[in-house]
């Protein structure tokens, strides 16, 4: 027979797996759906023709706004070139917007860009795809 | 078929912008509307040539020959902004900090500099030599 002291550990012990549960079912990777990015971001760099092309968009799985930054430098052969661009930004849920764009002769040799946006939920750097 | 129209909308600011301005073997000519109706108009050009150029609205610096520098600072999503550069050694600058900004800097010929420092509405045209 158990004394009667490791009794109320037992409960404990019980409660705090029920607890941890209770926390993570149904949720993706334990994350409660507060703590999920309200929002994904990209900047698509296309090469064309002796330009690259750049477009920063962001897809809001809830309504968000917040602040971005693009920064655009690149040296080639012409010269070199630096476009810094910010504004504000405003989305629905589901909805995607254009978060600034930019062109520049010349190709992907000697080119670096970020695109950060900060929203409620902190700061976010946006991957680069090229195309 | 764009063209023209540009030409027509820049033929239009200019009937009443001031005359170029030469100095240190740079001739320059700028072009500020005037009024409301000026400024829709370069607008209205610039967006003819934004779209010729498959470009909406944001940045685009086009440059060809060498040792050319552009910068491009803008505040606003909505606002247009053009450097192109002929040639070579040119410099220019254009902030637009403000909404709806529409300008565009013009250089060819060598050792052109340019620093704008509210592209609101305008075109610079210059020539280096």
């Known amino acids: 027979m158990l004394p009667l002291t490791i009794l109320p550990l037992g409960i404990f012990v019980l409660a705090l797996a029920a607890c941890g549960i209770a926390g993570t079912s149904g949720l993706p990777n334990g994350r409660s759906s507060a703590e999920m990015p309200a929002l994904t971001c990209s900047l698509a760099v296309t090469e064309r023709g002796g330009q690259l092309q750049m477009t920063g968009q962001l897809r809001a799985a809830r309504p968000v706004s917040g602040r971005y930054a693009l920064t655009i430098a690149q040296t080639g052969r012409t010269g070199q070139n630096l476009i810094d661009q910010s504004g504000d930004f405003q989305a629905r849920a589901g909805e995607t917007v254009t978060l600034g764009s930019a062109n520049i002769s010349g190709s992907m040799a000697g080119f670096a860009a970020t695109l950060t946006v900060e929203y409620a939920q902190g700061t976010l750097d946006c991957p680069i795809t090229l195309s | ?129």
């Open chain 2, 1 to 129: 078929m764009l063209r023209p129209l540009l030409r027509a909308a820049v033929l239009a600011v200019l009937a009443g912008t001031a005359g170029p301005a030469i100095a240190e073997n740079v001739i320059s000519l700028s072009l500020t509307p005037r009024n409301t109706q000026e400024a829709d108009l370069l607008r209205l050009g610039l967006a003819l040539y934004a779209i010729n150029r498959q470009t909406r609205d944001g940045a685009m610096i086009d440059q060809t020959g060498h040792n050319n520098s552009a910068g491009i600072t803008q505040g606003d999503p909505g606002s247009f902004a053009l450097i192109q550069q002929r040639g070579r050694d040119h410099f220019a600058t254009l902030e637009q900090p403000g909404t709806a900004g529409a300008y565009a800097i013009f250089q060819s010929g060598k050792g052109a500099v340019a620093q704008v420092g509210d592209g609101k509405a305008g075109v610079l045209i210059q020539f280096g030599w």
